[in-house]
């Protein structure tokens, strides 16, 4: 089993996320690095979501699901605009990334990060119940990054 790596050099895990990566500012994604993954791999899959929404909006929170990428890749920079992965829809309703935007007090937020042994077979803007439904028997090894914002 592959010890898969993914951390950010906007902020260390378990710490604040830096207000420019939130909804309501750049609204860009915080640039990620990627280590030891698995030679085996075929593509990778990276799911953002924040369990504590589920109080304020009766569920876990997608941010930005985004699968197909290239198990090659080191580093997703700040605002990546993927030409060979593929986006899902977010719960504001967009393809592609959305912020933190915690509404009631400090919130966690999880940057999932999956090695597959093989691509996804799905369409654009398909949602996170998708992704991870086709992930199924597919997961070679993963990690979890977390980070923390409040209103």
Request: hydrophobic fraction near 35%; avoid cysteine; aromatic fraction near 8%.
């Given at each position: 089993?592959?010890?898969?790596e993914?951390?950010?050099?906007?902020?260390?895990?378990?710490?604040?996320?830096p207000?420019?990566y939130?909804?309501?500012?750049?609204?860009?994604?915080?640039?990620?690095?990627?280590?030891?993954?698995?030679?085996?791999?075929?593509?990778?899959?990276?799911?953002?979501?924040?369990?504590?929404?589920?109080?304020?909006?009766g569920?876990?929170?997608?941010?930005?699901?985004?699968?197909?990428?290239?198990?090659?890749?080191?580093?997703?920079?700040?605002?990546?605009?993927?030409?060979?992965?593929?986006e899902?829809?977010?719960?504001?309703?967009?393809?592609?990334?959305?912020?933190?935007?915690?509404?009631?007090?400090?919130?966690?937020?999880?940057?999932?990060?999956?090695?597959l042994?093989?691509?996804?077979?799905?369409?654009?803007?398909?949602?996170?119940?998708?992704?991870?439904?086709?992930?199924?028997?597919?997961i070679?090894?993963h990690?979890?990054?977390?980070?923390?914002?409040?209103?």
């Open positions: 089993m592959s010890n898969l993914l951390t950010s050099p906007a902020f260390a895990d378990g710490e604040p996320i207000d420019e939130s909804y309501t500012e750049r609204n860009a994604n915080p640039p990620l690095s990627i280590a030891t993954v698995p030679t085996k791999s075929e593509s990778l899959a990276l799911i953002i979501d924040d369990p504590d929404a589920r109080a304020p909006a569920k876990v929170w997608d941010h930005w699901v985004v699968w197909n990428i290239d198990p090659d890749r080191t580093e997703i920079p700040s605002k990546w605009e993927p030409t060979e992965a593929i899902g829809t977010n719960d504001y309703g967009d393809v592609g990334y959305g912020g933190p935007n915690p509404p009631d007090r400090r919130h966690t937020y999880r940057f999932k990060l999956y090695a042994d093989s691509p996804l077979n799905l369409q654009p803007a398909s949602t996170k119940a998708a992704v991870e439904n086709a992930m199924k028997g597919h070679i090894a990690t979890t990054l977390t980070g923390t914002a409040a209103p």
